[in-house]
């Protein structure tokens, strides 16, 4: 599928919409006018890929509303070289924003299915995303230190696995929380271990599933 004219309208529409809800980093504004979330998107449905709300994709899993997206790469303050952990990878549209600011991105999904359809598309759109298949709650200790960490689940607040995983200096942005609503979270790493915590808004996630997260549904 091709970027039509009438695609990057609407996709234009939504970005001059969350300019207004708040979002006014312009790497990020102009990093989600780039990207077409259409791409991301359950076929049938691309009629809805610009609407500012989060949609069923596969794994029962989402593609988050883009207010959330910019919101947390807005958090998260990454800069172009910017070595970036996302944890949850799902469609790859959160990905392919990191990527197209310019951070070098690691992406880990638990999702076999997602992980091969995401990787796919991120690869064929041009997004040089490091992708990888496993249980990214205990994040990535082989491809550590991380200038930033983004969790884009619902974690329960013990965070400190991902936390050491963190450069001097960087940031980690998780929602943390119970299964119904979360509290989006920013972590700081200061010298000699030092970390800040502070919280900025309820969301609401699909469930961060792992050994540091919570235990599957059976």
Same mark, same amino acid.
Do not use: M
């Given at each position: 599928m091709t970027d039509s004219l009438k695609l990057k309208g609407l996709r234009k529409r939504l970005v001059d919409d969350l300019h207004r809800k708040g979002i006014n980093d312009l790497k990020v504004l102009q990093a989600m006018n780039a990207v077409p979330r259409h791409l991301f998107f359950p076929s049938d449905f691309i009629s809805r890929a610009y609407e500012d709300a989060a949609f069923p994709i596969e794994a029962d899993q989402t593609i988050s509303q883009p207010f959330t997206v910019a919101f947390q790469t807005q958090l998260l303050d990454v800069n172009p070289g910017m070595r970036v952990l996302e944890i949850g990878t799902g469609s790859g549209y959160q990905a392919a924003? #990191?990527?197209?600011?310019?951070?070098?991105?690691?992406?880990?999904?638990?999702?076999?299915? #997602?992980?091969?359809?995401?990787?796919?598309k991120l690869s064929e759109l041009g997004y040089a995303a490091h992708c990888i298949w496993g249980d990214g709650t205990g994040g990535a200790p082989k491809y550590a230190p991380f200038d930033r960490i983004l969790v884009t689940a619902a974690s329960p607040e013990d965070v400190g696995v991902l936390e050491l995983q963190l450069k001097e200096g960087g940031k980690l942005v998780v929602p943390v929380g119970d299964k119904n609503v979360q509290r989006m979270m920013l972590v700081e790493r200061g010298v000699e271990n030092n970390f800040t915590r502070t919280f900025h808004g309820e969301f609401k996630f699909v469930p961060l599933v792992g050994k540091y997260g919570w235990k599957p549904e059976i």
């Open positions: 924003v #990191l990527c197209q600011i310019g951070a070098i991105v690691y992406t880990i999904e638990r999702h076999e299915l #997602l992980y091969r359809t995401s990787s796919k």
